[in-house]
């Protein structure tokens, strides 16, 4: 629990102070020169009189409270000070200095205590009712409520630590006053609160982003004219505590007038949020927050009646509107109050349940998607997805779903140092590529520094398969040959060029200028890994295939090759392989392009997959992971390739290479550095590696366990004849997704199951995964 800081005098306990308008008059004209009639503008804490002189401008005359030190004073004082100088479009009342330039003057009095005296500018306005507020102004009023916390951001003041009843993170000291409430059902009605914020709320509170607010904006405090917030006044209640502990003050103060709170509750978040974005945390608490601030409310209420017995009334007057919301709360349970509170929050332009509903419509995706070809989606039961964490996503329910599937989140889903980076970019500058800017220049130098000397150039652009129909261009006019060489069952991309170096997804006619060779499947194909010469009796494929595009009157450009084979079934390969298919492609007088889209940044243990060849490949195509999710690809190769490419013309790309997608990138490859994530993937790999071949032992269905570190294929097969066992991986893949673990399956027979995590994935992960695919084999083997 949060230590409660004590502070000399309690402001809820002293009674305000007591001058006389003559008095007030007397303070105007001998601190602040202000000469005019004063009238009562009324406050539960202090005095405040409207000074208005002869000619009808008015300030107001603040006495504050004797609770109020003068650091806490001070702490009011500048607070609004700095709002006013932060967002100066805010109509806060200012603090006007007295005639010796101090931020007030002081009176003693006879009862002993010292009264602070400041003036304000005077705002026009008056406070309304938030049930006669439109959708429109509601909405305004979140802005502001946002706009304040905004300006005080950068604010900071020693005497903002004090104790504040009021603040709902002090929530369970409300327990002493319990006692103070009339009638036993209202007592256990505010108990019940506080136990749900203490088990919900209290131990997330000290992580939330929290800082100096206003804490007290509220209608009272906020005048209106014209439909428009005209003043924000009061800063009695600034306190240093959670952001979202201010909305959710405004939010109950909103809420607790209207016949449907939810209605009303909607617009002030949007507004909030379309100026300062809530983090998930504080979407989660929001809701006990609020039902917090109104059990605070009523119980600071009802204490403070039962200490001053002759103003009771007055005290509890707006009682009976909170009364009613926790009643509503009750009546709803703690359940459907949450999913109300979610509803509006989730996605508060349509609501939650909606759009969930909306997007698993599969009939509304099929009639303006295209259909199963054009967006093909995995799973027998599709999955609704709306969160992201490490190697974790939840849907739309709040189930966790462990991902063994994802390389293109290669930091982990939403790694904060790559959404700031891309947030904090695009909130900079975001333009195309025909300025000077440092990103790409760094990005592109950082990227070559990291491949063998010679590719020294790099050209970003914005996917995988842009990548590839690049390097078909450059090998193309490097060579002046038109011919390619690529795997069995390769896949490289949605363009024209790529498409048809992509026998995965050819249907039916093959284009004449590219030509096939069997994939180094080690395991399955002609040449056992066993036999010695295996991998360079499958390089030799490579010769066969320039002979047989010199049969078709073509001569090669380019062989193209996924480093790890992973659309032909994920295939690590003994070093000589690639060695040996760059020497046949250069004796072709042909380019080698390594495609690391899938297995570049890290993922094979080695930062590069080729790396462990010991080739230089002439070109060098990158993406997926390349920006952890955000859309930036790249070429690299040779300058002399570069240069001849262009001799052909100018090559240009609209968002290759722009600000906010190379902040992505070099924000991915700083996290890699930093935590490591290569080395990781190397031993959790040989790991879950280990783990999986010991579960081949009980499991006669897995035929073969490969791949090198977090790239893994399982080959399921009959046990008995080692045919592949297609059916059975897609119903283990479906298995694993109903027991919260996601994979997938490639290769020419779809019997591989492909694992290929984001490099966070843990030993424990890897245990999770191993226990479900047991499970999974024996549910479907059953
Ligand atoms: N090359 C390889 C090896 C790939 O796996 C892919 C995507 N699956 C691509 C290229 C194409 O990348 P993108 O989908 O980003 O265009």
Redesign the pocket.
Known sequence: MFELPKQPGDGLVATPPEFTFAEAEGMGRRFFGFVGTATDLGSERDQNFRLTDDRGHSAVLKVSNPADTREIVELQTLAAMHVARTDAELPVARPLPTLDGSLWGSVERHDGFSYFVRLFTFLDGSSVDASDLTGEQLRDLGTVIARVGRALRGFFHPAAGRMLQWDVKYAAELRTMLADIEGERRQKLVTWVIDWFETEAAPVLRQLRAQIVHGDLVLDNLLMADGHVSGIIDFGDVTHTPLVCDLAASLADVMRVASDPFALASPVIQGYRSITELENDEKMLLPVLVATRFATMVTISASRARRYPENAENITAWDSGSWRFLETLEDLGPVEAERRFRAILAIDDRTALQARHDAQSLERRRGVLGGSTLSPLSYTQPLYLVRGQGAWMFDGDGRAYLDAYNNVPVVGHCHPAVTEAIASQARTLNTNTRYLHEHIVELAERLTASMPEELDTCVLVN??????DMAWRLATSFTGNGGGIVSQH?????TEA?DALSPEVWAGSRPRHVATVPAPDGYRGPYPRREPEWATRFAQHVADAVSVLAERGMRSAATMM?SAF??DGILPTPPEYLREVMRHTHEAGALFVA?E??TGFGRTGDFWGFEASGITPDIV?L??PMGNGH?V?AVVTRSDIAQAFAKSGEFFSTFGGNPVACAAGLAVLEVLEREALPARAATVGAYLRQELNSLAQSHPWIGDVRGRGLLIGVELVHPNTREPAPSETDAVVNAMRERGVLIGATGPAGNVLKIRPPLVFSRGNADMLTTALGAALSAVHA
């Open positions: 996917s995988g398969s842009e990548a590839n390769a896949y490289h991309g949605i790529t996924d992973t659309s495609d889209v899938q195509t993406g997926k859309p690809a």
